[in-house]
C-alpha cells in the first residue's frame, strides 16, 4: 500500500487522480439529495431551540455532591406536572435546570422543591427569566449576523480572485455546509442553542478558509496555462483540487481530534455543556471539507466553462490532442 506521502507526490503530479469534476453530475445529485433531505429533516424531527430564542425560566443548583439529573426533574414535576424540562450538568458540583416560562409563584416554588431534592440551601439556587422578546433579538442579530458574514463573504472573494464565479461557487459551498450541518443536528436531537450558532458561523469560516487554498490553487493553475495549454480549464481545475487533495484531508483529521475528544469524552468528564458548540463544528468541518471537494470547485468550473471564449480555447485543446493521436479523455 502506498504511503500517505507518495499518493500525495501522485495526485500532485497528475499519476493519480480522483475525478471530482469530470463525475461531478454524480456530486451534484447527491449534494442535492443530501441538502433536500437536511431541509427536510425538521418535517419529521422539529428543531428545537434553546430557551435563549423561545424564552423561559431556568434555574442553577450549586454545590452538590452528586448531580443526579433526574432529581431535578422529578422537582421541578412536582409543581408543574406539565413542564417541558432540559436538565443538564454544569461541571461536577451544579445542575442547570431550563423549562417552559413560568410564573413568579412557580418560579419561587420550582426553586424551593428544587433545594429541598438537593437538600441544599434555597441560596444555593439561583433564577433567571429570559423573556421571548429577548429571544426574538437574538434570532434577529443572529440571521443578520449570517446575511452579513455571507454578503462580505462574496465581496472579498470577488475582489481577491478578481472573478464573481469564484465568489459565487464559494457561496453555495457555503449554504450547502449550512443547510447539511444543520440538518444533521437537528436529526441529532440537540437544541439550536447561542453556542451552536456560534459553532455554525465558526464552521463557515473553516469552510471558507478551505476553498480559499483550493480555489488559489486553481487560481495558479489556470493563470499558468495561458492560452496555449495541453489541459482543459476542467482538467485544470480537477488537478488543483487533487493537488490539494492530502492537505485538505490533514487539515480536516487534525481540525476535527480535538473537536471530537469533547463532543465524545467531555460529557464523561462534566463538559456537557460544551456538547452543542462541539457537534455543531464537528460536523461541519467534515461537510466543508467534503463540500469544497465536491461542490464548490466542480461549480467553479461548470461556471467557467460555458463561457465562449473557454469553450473556444478547450476545442482548440482537443483538436491539439486528436492531430497528435491522443485520446479525447486523456
Same mark, same amino acid.
Given at each position: ?10 495526485l ?16 451534484? +445529485? %447527491? ?34 455532591? @452528586? ?6 426533574? &422529578? ?20 445542575? *442547570? ?6 410564573? &413568579?409563584?412557580?418560579? *419561587? ?12 440551601p ?7 427569566? %429570559? ?8 434570532t *434577529? ?25 469564484m465568489? @459565487?461557487?464559494? #457561496? ?7 443547510? #447539511?450541518?444543520?440538518? #444533521? ?5 440537540f437544541? %439550536?442553542?447561542?453556542? @451552536?450558532? +456560534? ?40 488537478l ?14 487534525? /481540525? ?20 452543542? #458548540? ?9 461537510? /466543508?471539507?467534503?463540500?469544497?471537494l ?19 480555447? &478547450? ?13 479525447? &479523455? @486523456?
Amino acid at each position: 500500500m502506498r504511503s500517505m506521502s507518495q499518493l500525495g507526490n501522485d495526485l500532485y503530479t497528475g499519476k493519480t487522480s480522483f475525478p471530482f469534476v469530470g463525475r461531478r453530475r454524480l456530486w451534484f +445529485i %447527491i449534494a442535492a439529495l443530501l441538502v433536500i433531505g437536511s431541509a427536510l429533516v425538521p418535517l419529521f424531527r422539529p428543531i428545537q431551540f434553546s430557551i435563549e430564542f423561545t424564552g423561559g425560566s431556568q434555574f442553577t443548583v450549586s454545590s452538590l455532591s @452528586a448531580p443526579d439529573q433526574a432529581l431535578a426533574g &422529578d422537582a421541578v414535576q412536582t409543581v408543574v406536572p406539565d413542564a417541558t424540562v432540559k436538565v443538564t450538568t454544569v461541571g461536577d458540583s451544579a445542575v *442547570r435546570v431550563q423549562t417552559d416560562q413560568m410564573t &413568579d409563584t412557580e418560579t *419561587r416554588e420550582v426553586a424551593t422543591a428544587l433545594a429541598t431534592a438537593y437538600d441544599v440551601p434555597e441560596s444555593e439556587v439561583t433564577t433567571s427569566f %429570559i423573556g421571548p422578546s429577548w429571544g426574538q433579538d437574538v434570532t *434577529r442579530q443572529s440571521l443578520w449576523g449570517l446575511a452579513i458574514f455571507l454578503a462580505l463573504t462574496f465581496l472579498i472573494l470577488a475582489l481577491y480572485f478578481r472573478t464573481w464565479k469564484m465568489s @459565487a461557487a464559494a #457561496i453555495l459551498g457555503l449554504v450547502d455546509v449550512l443547510v #447539511i450541518t444543520i440538518g #444533521i443536528y437537528s436529526l441529532a436531537g440537540f437544541e %439550536i442553542s447561542p453556542a @451552536a450558532v +456560534i459553532g455554525f458561523l465558526t464552521i463557515l469560516a473553516y469552510s471558507l478558509y478551505d476553498t480559499t487554498v483550493v480555489f488559489d490553487k486553481i487560481r495558479e493553475n489556470t493563470r499558468e496555462d495561458g492560452e496555449i495549454s495541453g489541459r482543459t480549464f476542467g482538467e485544470s481545475v480537477n488537478l488543483a483540487v487533487n493537488q490539494t487533495l492530502v492537505r485538505s484531508i490533514n487539515t480536516t483529521v487534525v /481540525a476535527i481530534l480535538p473537536v471530537g475528544a469533547i463532543l465524545f469524552i467531555g460529557p464523561w468528564l462534566g463538559a456537557e455543556t460544551l456538547s452543542d #458548540i462541539s457537534l455543531s463544528i464537528f460536523v461541519g468541518i467534515i461537510v /466543508a471539507a467534503y463540500s469544497t471537494l465536491f461542490v464548490a470547485a466542480p461549480l467553479y468550473s461548470l461556471f467557467r466553462e460555458n463561457e465562449p471564449g473557454m469553450k473556444a480555447r &478547450d476545442e482548440k485543446v482537443r483538436e491539439s490532442r486528436e492531430r497528435a493521436g491522443v485520446p479525447a &479523455d @486523456a
